[in-house]
């Protein structure tokens, strides 16, 4: 019922920059926080940002994408972006986005859903 369309991703040389979108549809009764994961070869997904809430209440970043990753959202479209400046090759991966959203106003937690991932590649 809930559909994340991500798109944005590509190759891009070291120091350029990309904007990942991540819209989400469907039975969407509220949304409690959206992220971005991203998993490289050989390793483990992990979490690069998240937002709280839409209206860029709250954002968290892992240590290496601190002052190049900028996440936000828009309210009104339910979209998440992640705007990487800076990239380098280690930034490489296929980036997942994911939101905690309930579809009806009735259930207790929210549950996680997640986009189709997208490849980013840097490299020269």
């Known amino acids: 019922q809930v559909q994340l369309v991500e798109s944005g991703g590509g190759l891009v040389q070291p120091g350029g920059s990309l904007r990942l979108s991540c819209a989400a549809s469907?039975?969407?009764?509220?949304?409690?926080?959206m992220g971005w994961y991203r998993q490289a070869p050989g390793k483990m997904r992990e979490l690069v940002a998240n937002?709280?809430?839409?209206?860029?209440?709250?954002?968290y970043y892992t240590n290496s994408v601190k002052g190049r990753f900028t996440i936000s959202g828009d309210t009104a479209k339910n979209t998440v972006y992640l705007q990487m400046n800076s990239l380098r090759p280690e930034d490489t991966a296929v980036y997942y986005c994911?939101?905690?959203?309930?579809?009806?106003?009735?259930?207790?937690?929210?549950?996680?859903?997640w986009g189709q991932g997208t490849q980013v590649t840097v490299s020269s």
């Open positions: 469907g039975s969407i009764f509220s949304i409690g926080s």
């Open positions: 937002i709280a809430s839409l209206d860029n209440t709250y954002t």
């Open positions: 994911n939101i905690v959203a309930k579809t009806t106003r009735w259930e207790n937690t929210g549950k996680n859903y």
